[in-house]
């Protein structure tokens, strides 16, 4: 997992929008997809500049945003 800036919203019922990703120095927009919670912490799909999907994960205890995975294991939309 990689350490990620996030730029996002958090409605009242908790749900997450996020706007855009800080990857290598580099703000990417991004598109959002399903969430879901779990004892690991909040799950984010999202879809990078070409259409590369990742998944986010904001760990409770430190509210840090990690990327799952590596570029290479990123799967792209058809």
Known sequence: MESVGVDCN???????????VLINGRWLP????R???DE?????LIMLPGNEVREL???????RWWLVGTKDGGVTAV
Not at 30 to 33: N, T, Y
């Open 10 to 20: 958090f409605s009242q019922d908790g749900l997450v929008q996020v706007k855009k």
């Open 30 to 33: 991004v598109g959002q997809g």
């Open 35 to 37: 969430q879901w919670g």
């Open 40 to 44: 690991n912490g909040r799950h984010v």
């Open 57 to 63: 994960v904001l760990q409770p205890g430190t509210l």
